[in-house]
């Protein structure tokens, strides 16, 4: 496996790839996706704060509202297009409220995971976090080949042909608005990162930069300042 | 993509109301293009849908009790032009179905409401009658009663009145009770 390259390491988001037969189905359907040197570990005291303060913003009535709202209304027609139930698998801006209603707060977990909500509550548009160094060039959107397995090793899962996954160019990495798969994720070794977002019809495609912006300040200050 | 079955060739008729399509099988053999039309007016359509059946969910929640789920079997995938169609029916029953609901809610709350002024007007004649608001389309926990005026002595002269009780229960509940004497 080849890992991304280093040049790669630059907060720009670049444009992922989308299967042609996907394309062709949803034409506005876009994968960004950037790489940046990040180690998971504990939030700091500043970002559980952002997440307190965030969760001032999530009430009832809003997490029963907001799938009228522009964003989450266009990923849970997206998720009706590709099949899904949003009502049984939620969105992730719905999910993240839910949580946040259960819970009586967003709770801080780690600073991969408290940049991941952060971006996602402040624009509505969900990001996930790869290893940057287990992936095998640029990301994508593509159905599963017939036969084909999701993860590494033991723990791979078979896929269903033609279940839409993000891949890299070689394997699947994660199925579509799901958690990676097992061997993909980032983990307490993780030295670089690939972040990605998946942008719907409906989304204006500066909320998702603005995501993973987000994200990646979260993560790494230091760069997010310089861009 | 799945491939285009011959005999399942549609012609589309776009409803503004955004309900169901007409959907007519065809004898002549179609092109990719009717196909992708097709498939590009029920993904129209199905967003049209959500988006009413979200505006009906959010006007009725909490209480008219909508169902909007529409169920998935599966996975995220490309849906063929068959599934489109029964989604695209199952959301348009859906819709009707809550609209009904919302419609029949409304009607109950405007007769609660009729009910309510001809009470404020001659309590007598609606003795221990009560209404919750959530039945006349009102937030809050509060009832609607027609009372006598100082309990019994009321009772007896005629003396009925309308109260309003003072809402919602504290959350901590009732007063605790006193610990029993040892």
């Known amino acids: 496996m080849t890992a991304a390259p280093e040049g790669d390491l630059d907060p720009e988001p670049e444009l992922g790839w989308v299967q042609a037969e996907v394309r062709h189905e949803f034409p506005e359907l876009r994968l960004l996706w950037v790489a940046l040197a990040a180690r998971p570990g504990p939030s700091p005291p500043a970002v559980s704060d952002r997440l307190r303060m965030l969760s001032d913003r999530f009430h009832g009535a809003q997490a029963i509202a907001m799938r009228q709202d522009p964003i989450p209304s266009a990923y849970r027609i997206f998720f009706r297009h590709i099949g899904l139930d949003p009502d049984e698998t939620r969105t992730p801006l719905e999910a993240a409220a839910v949580e946040r209603l259960v819970?009586?707060?967003?709770?801080?977990?780690?600073?991969?995971d408290d940049a991941l909500l952060i971006a996602l509550t402040e624009t509505g548009v969900p990001v996930w976090a790869l290893d940057a160094d287990r992936l095998d060039g640029p990301l994508g959107i593509r159905q599963a080949h017939a036969g084909e397995g999701l993860g590494q090793g033991a723990a791979a899962t078979p896929l269903p042909a033609g279940r839409l996954v993000v891949a890299d160019a070689e394997s699947a990495l994660a199925i579509v608005f799901e958690a990676p798969a097992l061997g993909y994720g980032v983990t307490p070794d993780t030295t670089r990162m690939a972040l990605f977002a998946i942008q719907v019809a409906g989304v204006p495609a500066i909320h998702v930069e603005e995501a993973l912006w987000t994200a990646v300040s979260v993560l790494d200050p230091g760069s997010a300042a310089e861009a | 993509m799945s491939p285009i079955d011959q005999s399942r060739l549609i012609e589309l008729t776009p409803n503004r109301l955004g309900g169901p399509t007409r959907v007519k099988p065809r004898r002549d053999a179609p092109s990719t293009g009717a196909e992708d039309d097709a498939r590009r007016e029920l993904r129209a359509q199905v967003a049209r849908l959500e988006r009413e059946l979200s505006r009906c969910f959010v006007s009725g929640f909490p209480r008219a009790g909508l169902d909007v789920s529409v169920p998935a079997a599966g996975g995220p995938r490309l849906l063929g032009l068959g599934e489109l169609e029964r989604l695209r029916d199952e959301l348009s029953e859906r819709l009707r179905a809550a609209r009904r609901a919302l419609a029949l809610r409304g009607a109950q709350q405007e007769r609660n409401r009729v009910l309510l002024e001809r009470m404020l007007l001659e309590p007598g004649r609606y003795k221990f009658l009560q209404i919750p608001s959530s039945d006349l389309g009102e937030g809050g926990c509060g009832v609607w009663r027609v009372r006598p005026r100082f309990g019994l002595i009321g009772m007896l002269a005629g003396w009925w009145q309308v109260k309003l009780?003072?809402?919602?229960?504290?959350?901590?509940?009732?007063?605790?009770a006193r610990p029993p004497e040892p």
């Open chain 2, 165 to 176: 009780s003072s809402g919602c229960p504290l959350p901590r509940g009732g007063r605790p």
């Open chain 1, 103 to 112: 819970q009586g707060g967003f709770r801080s977990q780690n600073l991969v």
